[in-house]
C-alpha cells in the first residue's frame, strides 16, 4: 500500500502569509487515489492535519511525523509539497510505477535531470530521515519533463493565476 505525506508545516515568511490555506486544496486533490493521507502542520494550526512540534528542526522532523502516522500496512509513502499546486498526477503514478519496478529506497521525479517532486520514500528507508530530510539521499530520478512542473510557491507573485484572487484576502 501506498500512502502521502503532505508538509505543510514550514512558517511562509517569504510568502508572507501561511500560503498552505490557500495552496492545500490543490495538492490534496493530486493525492487522492494514494491509500493513505497525511499532512503535517507545523507553525501554523491546519484542520485535518497531524502537528509536528518539531517542524523547525527542518523538512526531515516534519517527515518523520507524518510517516510515524502512516498505518503500519503502508509499504512506501509519496512525499509532496503544500506549496505545489501544480503536481501533475502523472507524476506521482511514474514514480509509484518505478519503485514498484525498482525497489528503490528513494525514487524522485526530475524535472530537466534536476531532481523535484513527488519523491517516494520505501518503509525501509523511514528510521535513517535527518533533520535536513530526503536531501541527504541519492534518488532514482523518474523523467517527469512532459508534465511540467509541480511549482513551488515561496512569494505571492509565484502563484499560479487561479489562486491569485484569493491572495488578498485574510488567511
Not at 494550526?45 to 502512516?70: H, T, V, Y
Not at 503536481?87 to 524522485?108: C, G, K, M, Q, Y
Not at 530526503?134 to 493565476?161: I, N
Amino acid at each position: 500500500m501506498i500512502g502521502a505525506v503532505v508538509l505543510a508545516a514550514g512558517a511562509a515568511t517569504r510568502f508572507g502569509a501561511p500560503k498552505q490555506r490557500l495552496l492545500l486544496p490543490a495538492v490534496l486533490e493530486h493525492v487522492q487515489g494514494l491509500d493513505q493521507v497525511v499532512v503535517v502542520a507545523g507553525a501554523y494550526p491546519l484542520e485535518g492535519a497531524i502537528d509536528c512540534p518539531d517542524w523547525e528542526k527542518g523538512p526531515g522532523a516534519s517527515l518523520r511525523c507524518g510517516l510515524a502516522a502512516l498505518a503500519p500496512d503502508i509499504d512506501a509513502a509519496v512525499v509532496v509539497l503544500a506549496d505545489g499546486p501544480s503536481l501533475a498526477p502523472a507524476a506521482i503514478d511514474r514514480v509509484v510505477a518505478e519503485w514498484r519496478r525498482s525497489a528503490a529506497p528513494v525514487v524522485a521525479a526530475s524535472y530537466g535531470g534536476d531532481r523535484g517532486h513527488p519523491l517516494l520514500v520505501a518503509r525501509a528507508a523511514w528510521a535513517d530521515i535527518p533533520d535536513e530530510g530526503l536531501r541527504a539521499f541519492e534518488p532514482l530520478l523518474v523523467p517527469c519533463d512532459d508534465l511540467g512542473e509541480p511549482g513551488d510557491v515561496d512569494y505571492p507573485e509565484d502563484l499560479p493565476e487561479r489562486f491569485k484572487s484569493g491572495a488578498d484576502e485574510p488567511m
